[in-house]
């Protein structure tokens, strides 16, 4: 499955922005769905799952009550919409695929898409 993100830019802390991933060359369905970030200097993180239907989802603690995560598969399309950004959220995101859903952070998806970068301004 190849995974395109966009929708990343420059915000001012407490703005908002949602993030897109088109997923092609696979039934889209058949794939758990999920974001990763990498700040300058850090390892890479888990950010958010999303079951194959979007009915179970996973958050990062640092994340949690701010994003949402979300998917239509009608549009082979998964979403990040972050609210309430901060600074410590500045990194290059990427839009991930795997066949199982993760049990914790500790996540190894077999598919990653390119980054988007996210900048948010203190």
């Known amino acids: 499955v190849q995974l395109q993100a966009s929708g990343g830019g420059l915000v001012q802390a407490g703005e908002s922005l949602r993030l897109s991933c088109a997923a092609s060359?696979?039934?889209?369905?058949?794939?758990?769905m999920g974001w990763f970030r990498q700040a300058p200097g850090k390892e890479r993180e888990f950010v958010a799952a999303i079951n194959y239907g979007g009915g179970t989802k996973l958050y990062a603690d640092s994340v949690k009550g701010r994003f949402t995560v979300s998917r239509d598969n009608a549009k082979n399309t998964v979403y990040l919409q972050m609210n309430s950004l901060k600074f410590e959220d500045t990194a290059v995101y990427y839009c991930?695929?795997?066949?199982?859903?993760?049990?914790?952070?500790?996540?190894?998806?077999?598919?990653w898409g390119q980054g988007t970068q996210v900048t948010v301004s203190s």
């Open positions: 991930v695929a795997d066949w199982s859903f993760p049990y914790g952070s500790n996540w190894g998806p077999n598919y």
């Open positions: 060359g696979r039934t889209f369905s058949n794939y758990v």
